[in-house]
């Protein structure tokens, strides 16, 4: 399977304590994107990267949370000191760039206990 | 504040029938727009898009329709089978000069379609 590849798929962290979220992107896609969607609404942009390279973390909350698009590896959703309303599904996209339609992976379900 | 709506929550249609699923948005800057169509569990899977120079895009069963006055477009599946039964979300590429292909997502629209 080619596509983008999101682990693991389902986090539960305490508060207070660091979650990490991976993302593959498709092979040959540089483009990175990571949005968050809460329960019963749409998905938000959070964060687009291309290797090693912060683009637009417009959507990104100003404090906790970061991002990194690494030379080598996955790109990684960083949320640091987590709290109950960081419970929500992060999906992460790809493309070849950003003309072309994002493809998504199946999303890592975040849970805040 | 919402840019991009899809102001009915959910649609049920019978197998074999239209399906059309709406979708309004406020900025006329943006210049790109596609449809999403998400299973419980699973990542949302690309449809269709349709750019802003166009006024419709057909694939197959779908077929998107843009009006850009009244900045309104909307998904038509035809025939609908019980397999297109999912959330629909409708996405738009806010363009401009300094783009960097982030999505604006609406709220999303259950379909289910009834054998």
């Known amino acids: 399977n080619a596509g983008v590849m999101q682990n693991p798929r389902h986090l539960v962290r305490r508060r207070g304590q660091e979650a990490r979220l991976r993302c593959s992107p498709m092979k040959g896609h540089s483009h990175v994107y990571w949005y968050r969607q809460l329960p019963e609404e749409g998905l938000k942009f959070m964060v687009y990267l291309q290797k090693e390279n912060i683009i637009d973390e417009s959507g990104m909350p100003k404090e906790r949370f970061s991002a990194e698009f690494p030379k080598e590896g996955p790109s990684i959703l960083r949320i640091q000191q987590v709290v109950r309303g960081d419970s929500a599904a992060y999906f992460c996209?790809?493309?070849?760039?950003?003309?072309?339609?994002?493809?998504f992976g199946d999303g890592t379900r975040l849970s805040i206990l | 504040d919402q840019q991009v709506k899809q102001n009915s929550p959910s649609l049920s249609v019978q197998e074999g029938r239209i399906s059309i699923l709406n979708c309004d948005y406020t900025n006329s800057m943006f210049d790109y727009f596609l449809w999403y169509k998400k299973y419980p569990a699973e990542g949302p899977t690309f449809l269709i898009s349709?750019?802003?120079?166009?006024d419709k895009n057909e694939d197959g069963r779908f077929t998107v329709f843009l009006n850009k006055s009244a900045k309104h477009l909307s998904l038509h599946i035809v025939p609908s089978q019980p397999g297109d039964s999912a959330v629909y979300f409708c996405?738009?590429?806010?363009?401009?000069?300094?783009?960097?292909?982030?999505?604006?997502f609406g709220q999303g629209t259950t379909l289910q379609v009834k054998p």
């Open positions: 349709i750019s802003s120079i166009k």
């Open positions: 996209a790809s493309s070849t760039n950003i003309q072309w339609p994002q493809h």
């Open positions: 996405a738009a590429n806010p363009g401009g000069s300094s783009n960097t292909g982030k999505l604006i």
